[in-house]
C-alpha cells in the first residue's frame, strides 16, 4: 500500500495561483487513481478532481473547471493540482487519496489519504 505526502499549501491573496503536490512512497503507484479532495471548517469534504491511474482520464468539481488542472507523473510516483485564480472560497484543508479499485475515480471509494495541506486564500 502507498503512503501519500501533500506539500505547497499556504496563504495567497485572491487570484493568486498555487500548485499542491502529492508524493507517494512504493513501487506500485501506477496502480492506483489518485484525487484531491478539500474540506473546508463547517462543510462535508469534496472531490475536487481526480486522474486515473494511466493519466488517460481526469475529473474536475463544476467549481474549480477551468482555474484547476490535476497531473501526474508516474516516473516520479507524484501527482500534481495546479490552482490558477484562487478564490477566498477555495480556503480548505487539502487532501490527497489514492484507490486501487476499479469504481469510477468520482466515487467516494478512495482508501489511501494523506495529512492533508492548509490553503487559505485572503481577499
Do not use: H
Request: aromatic share 10%.
Amino acid at each position: 500500500q502507498v503512503q501519500l505526502v501533500e506539500s505547497g499549501g499556504g496563504l495567497v491573496q485572491a487570484g493568486d495561483s498555487l500548485r499542491l503536490s502529492c508524493a507517494a512512497s512504493g513501487r506500485t503507484f501506477s496502480r492506483y487513481d489518485v484525487g484531491w479532495f478539500r474540506q473546508a471548517p463547517g462543510k462535508e469534504r469534496e472531490l475536487v478532481a481526480a486522474i486515473s491511474r494511466s493519466g488517460g482520464s481526469s475529473t474536475y468539481a463544476d467549481s474549480v473547471k477551468g482555474r484547476f488542472t490535476i497531473a501526474r507523473d508516474n516516473a516520479a510516483n507524484t501527482v500534481y493540482l495546479q490552482m490558477n485564480s484562487l478564490k477566498p472560497e477555495d480556503t480548505a484543508v487539502y487532501y490527497c487519496a489514492a484507490k486501487m479499485n476499479p469504481f469510477n475515480i468520482a466515487s467516494m471509494t478512495y482508501d489511501v489519504w494523506g495529512q492533508g495541506t492548509q490553503v487559505t486564500i485572503s481577499s
